[in-house]
């Protein structure tokens, strides 16, 4: 076989090869160099070099904000989120979709380990902006929100692909929806922030005392009865939803407890099959830890094969 360097200008060809390999690194690194560079957080640094022109959360983003009016895109996630991590690199990786974000908003990352103080805010933001707009998605991380100048919530999600996926709008459509409102019908994205503000708001309030109240058979009844019909038939779960099969399983405890519990006696028997289904595909599968025990946090398939 003939090689393709000869041995005597191997070493010549390698050295060539690393000084190239190394200068395309340096290259790439001092193409894309945002204003997380300076931070101690190792999630932000991991932003650090994405071609979307990060800030940090703090008065100069906000002030650029304010200054040319444009709306904010918020990023809340955490080192240890996979969603986070595919997120920046399917999404803020991409030359196209950064150069909008540029363009059109001023971005900001922020770490929810470091600041989880916003974190909370803007989560319980985007969870009252869902239940405004009648979406049956939670919470969750990466949180992604847009946000008027002043910081106020527009509307949000959690993961965008790059394109559009089942179920899921593509991120750069999901902008161009934004900052087309922004541009054209800026009092009605106004009247929305503060609609979801002042929602927020209110829920914050420390809430008084209430007494002790007997929850009434029929009413927890008709819960039971609303929880069944997020049951999985095929593959166990109780936050299954059809117009999204292939969404994250979680083992949701408290519902699990709900259907055990005795209602006028002992629990109905289809209850108990349903958890019983629940439970024998959890024990079954990946999110069990089959050699230490336990069980991981939920799982990224419907089958609860892949945990995470």
């Not at 958890?275 to 079954?284: P, Q, T």
Request: aromatic share 10%; with cysteine; glycine share 6%.
């Amino acid at each position: 076989m003939k090689l393709l360097f000869p041995a005597a200008h191997l070493g010549a060809a390698l050295f060539v090869l690393l000084l190239t390999t190394t200068a395309f690194a340096q290259d790439q690194t001092a193409r894309h160099t945002n204003h997380l560079a300076g931070e101690s957080s190792p999630y932000l640094l991991l932003h650090a070099h994405n071609p979307v022109d990060w800030y940090p959360w703090g008065p100069e983003a906000l002030e650029r904000a304010r200054t040319e009016n444009k709306p904010i895109f918020l990023s809340v996630g955490y080192s240890s989120c996979y969603w986070c991590h595919v997120m920046e690199r399917r999404v803020f990786e991409n030359e196209e979709i950064a150069a909008y974000m540029n363009e059109h908003f001023v971005n900001i990352k922020v770490d929810r380990e470091e600041r989880p103080d916003l974190d909370e805010i803007y989560m319980l933001s985007l969870q009252v902006y869902l239940q405004l707009a009648g979406s049956q998605q939670g919470g969750g991380w990466p949180l992604s929100l847009f946000l008027t100048p002043d910081g106020k919530p527009i509307a949000g999600g959690t993961y965008f692909p790059p394109e559009d996926a089942p179920g899921r709008p593509g991120f750069l459509r999901v902008l161009q929806s934004i900052q087309a409102a922004w541009a054209m019908r800026p009092d009605d994205v106004k009247q929305t922030a503060d609609l979801v503000t002042a929602e927020v708001k209110r829920l914050s309030q420390p809430q008084l005392e209430v007494e002790d109240t007997t929850l009434s058979t029929r009413l927890v009844n008709f819960v039971v009865e609303n929880v069944k019909q997020l049951d999985d038939a095929d593959f166990g779960g109780l936050d299954f939803n059809p117009e999204h099969p292939d969404a994250p399983k979680f083992p949701v405890p408290s519902r699990l407890a709900l259907l055990q519990h005795p209602v006028n006696g002992a629990p109905a028997a289809d209850s108990l099959a349903i958890v019983d289904r629940m439970l024998d595909h959890m024990a079954d599968g990946g999110i069990h830890d089959h050699l230490g025990g336990g069980f991981h946090r939920y799982s990224t398939d419907r089958q609860w094969h892949v945990p995470h």
